[in-house]
């Protein structure tokens, strides 16, 4: 088996919650992004885009999400919108992966979103190549218009992730994968 069988085979996501400094450098992100824009783009549209979130910055994002949140009389939900600003927060590094997918003649919407799915999940295996620990997450403030605005995000885009990005620091565990007899199957037709 060789190496990248290997690391397929035990690949994992670490919690943002536990990512830590040291940080990519500048010079690391440029080449975490370069891996990841080399994805299948049918017709080469490039219909995404990346945009790093600092520290300061998320902090300030923060703020405004939280004031948003306040706004909100769902006190379970507002619960669980504080804990996820919380976490937008946490990792050392958070790298927004934009789809910027738009009607074009011959390349569905669909497969250009696919395909900013693609980079997400090229961005995450990047940051493992550096070393480095990464999360793919979403949460209600990547789909909340006002908090769309904030984040530099256009009417006609859409969040495919927040890859959290940083040093892991903690074990990571094993996560029930489904049955490949579950997934897969030789062809038969439905009609
Ligand atoms: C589009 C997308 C959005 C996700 N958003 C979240 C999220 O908001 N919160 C969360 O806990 N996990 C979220 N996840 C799941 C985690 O990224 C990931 O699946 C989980 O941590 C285990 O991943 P692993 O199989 O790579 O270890 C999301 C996954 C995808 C594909």
Do not use: C
């Not at 690391?28 to 549209?45: C, F, N, Q, W, Y």
């Not at 937008?88 to 074009?104: D, E, K, M």
């Amino acid at each position: 088996m060789n190496e990248l069988t290997e690391y397929l085979k035990t690949r994992r996501s670490d919690l943002a919650m536990t990512l830590v400094e040291p940080a990519p450098n500048e010079s690391e992100i440029e080449t975490m992004i370069t891996l990841a824009s080399r994805v299948p783009d049918h017709g080469k549209l490039a219909p995404w885009r990346f945009v790093e979130y600092g520290f300061e910055d998320r902090k300030k994002l923060a703020e405004n999400m939280g004031a948003l949140s306040d706004q909100d009389a769902d006190i379970d939900r507002k619960e669980s919108r504080v804990k996820e600003i919380s976490r937008f927060q946490s990792a050392p590094l958070v790298i927004g992966v934009i789809s910027t997918a738009t009607a074009h003649p011959k390349v569905p919407e669909w497969e250009q979103v696919l395909s900013a799915g693609a980079a997400t999940m090229q961005l995450l295996i990047a940051a493992n190549a550096l070393g480095y620990g990464s999360q793919w997450l979403t949460g209600w403030y990547t789909r909340d218009v006002n908090v769309l605005k904030l984040l530099g995000v256009s009417d006609n885009e859409q969040v495919a992730g927040m890859v959290h990005i940083g040093s892991p620091s903690a074990q990571k565990t094993e996560r029930t994968r489904p049955e490949l007899s579950d997934i897969y199957s030789r062809y038969s037709p439905l009609i």
